[in-house]
Nanobody, 124 residues
Framework: QVQLVESGGGLVQAGGSLRLSCAAS????????MGWFRQTPGKEREFVAA????????NYADSVRGRFTISRDNAKNTVLLQMNSLKPEDTAVYYC?????????????????WGQGTQVTVSS
C-alpha cells in the first residue's frame, strides 16, 4: 500500500554522521507508523527506531539510543533517521518500514511495507 524509497547511505568514518531519508507515497502515509531497521549478511533484520503516526511517540533500540533520532514530516511524506557518533558496528543495510497501524513498528514481523534498503558503512 505504502511505497518507500530510502536515500542518504554511504561511507563515513567512525564518529561521523549520516542522515537517511525515506520518501513515501500513498494516501494513508500520515496515519501509518514508520520505522527503520538494519540488516547484515546472515543475520536477522533488527529494529533500529520507530515513530508513530503524528511523531508524538518514538522508540529506539538500546544500541542506538542517544545517537540516532527518527523524525517525520507528514506534509512532505518523509521520515528521517539522523545518525550521529557512528560506530563500525552500525555498518548494515538500512531499511525504511511502514506499519499497518498508527503505532511505529518495533518488530520486523509487523511491518507492512519495506523500502529497498540503503547501505551504511562505518570505517574504524
Amino acid at each position: 500500500q505504502v511505497q518507500l524509497v530510502e536515500s542518504g547511505g554511504g561511507l563515513v568514518q567512525a564518529g561521523g554522521s549520516l542522515r537517511l531519508s525515506c520518501a513515501a507515497s500513498g494516501r494513508t502515509f500520515s496515519i501509518n507508523g514508520m520505522g527503520w531497521f538494519r540488516q547484515t549478511p546472515g543475520k536477522e533484520r533488527e529494529f533500529v527506531a520507530a515513530i508513530n503516526w503524528n511523531g508524538g511517540i518514538t522508540n529506539y533500540a538500546d544500541s542506538v539510543r542517544g545517537r540516532f533520532t527518527i523524525s517525520r514530516d507528514n506534509a512532505k511524506n518523509t521520515v528521517l533517521l539522523q545518525m550521529n557518533s557512528l560506530k563500525p558496528e552500525d555498518t548494515a543495510v538500512y531499511y525504511c518500514a511502514s506499519a499497518p497501524s498508527l503505532s511505529g513498528p518495533t518488530s520486523a514481523t509487523i511491518v507492512a511495507s519495506w523500502g529497498q534498503g540503503t547501505q551504511v558503512t562505518v570505517s574504524s
